[in-house]
């Protein structure tokens, strides 16, 4: 069915039937308009007095209730007689119509669809952005206790290190005391066996003629332990070669030496200063 696209079967019929309504009409005005014959009525008159004339106002009457005259009926103009052309324009403006409905229906639904997928879309939005924000926070929460978790290890690191310092402090402190008592006792005990060592050299010296009476003799000592004497230096020494003799032959004649009180002072190798004096 071809579609009217100017509306050109709809305006025409509705021009006839307006044509066919003003001519009906022309027509039920010139039947009521017809003329008929004016008849004249007589007057019959007579003559009154002034004195005779009623000067009260006349009894108010009621209007006499108006005559409906007859009206002759009008004719109904006859329905026009579809054709197969005004069927078609009926049936394509009807199609037209349904089709315009349909059309806005679809527009209708497609923006409801809209609306529903943006709204959709806005609730994911939002339900992202509170995630989001939530995950933030538990990261900031995360976050700030592994903070306080990691400042707590801190300072249990550095208490632990003073702990330690002091402990380490106390404890050297500890040792160099007995370090140094230690030493006053090998001081003591070195000294005590070098002036034995003194001894038994003294006691085996044959003082030369020519040793001068301020003999001083530097001697350097090895001995095995237990006191053998196994080598003998003479370095500075202000006695000639019979005093350095006689000075070597009495460190040898002294062997074994005598051992220390305190084994951890022995030395095997010895440097003494000779002096036959002392």
């Known amino acids: ?108 639904l497609q923006q409801l669809e809209d609306k529903q997928r943006r709204d959709r879309d806005e609730a994911e939005r939002k339900k992202r952005a509170e995630a989001e924000v939530e995950r933030r926070r538990e990261l900031a929460e995360q976050q700030r206790q592994e903070d306080i978790e990691r400042q707590r290890l801190e300072n249990e690191r550095q208490r632990r290190e003073a702990d330690e310092e002091e402990i380490r402090r106390l404890r050297q402190l500890e040792i160099d005391a007995e370090d140094r008592r230690l030493e006053r006792l090998q001081a003591d005990d070195a000294s005590r066996w070098r002036y034995a060592l003194q001894g038994r050299i003294r006691r085996n010296y044959i003082q030369p003629a020519s040793a001068p009476p301020d003999l001083e003799c530097t001697v350097d000592i090895r001995q095995l332990p237990g006191g053998r004497v196994v080598d003998v ?46």
């Open 233 to 278: 230096t003479i370095g500075q020494c202000n006695g000639d070669a019979s005093v350095r003799r006689a000075v070597e032959a009495a460190i040898y004649k002294a062997s074994p030496l005598p051992s220390p009180d305190n084994p951890s002072i022995f030395e095997r190798d010895l440097r003494i200063t000779f002096k036959p004096e002392q």
């Open 1 to 108: 069915m071809i579609r009217d696209q100017y509306n050109i079967i709809p305006i025409t019929m509705a021009g006839i039937f307006h044509l066919l309504v003003a001519a009906s009409l022309v027509f039920a005005f010139d039947f009521s308009s017809r003329s008929y014959p004016v008849v004249p009525l007589p007057i019959q008159a007579s003559l009154v007095l002034e004195e005779e004339i009623d000067t009260r106002p006349p009894p108010v009457e009621e209007p006499p209730e108006p005559v409906e005259e007859a009206l002759e009926p009008v004719e109904e103009p006859p329905e026009p007689v579809d054709t197969a052309e005004d069927l078609r324009a009926r049936e394509e403006e009807e199609k037209r119509r349904v089709d315009l409905k349909a059309e806005q229906d679809r527009i209708r």
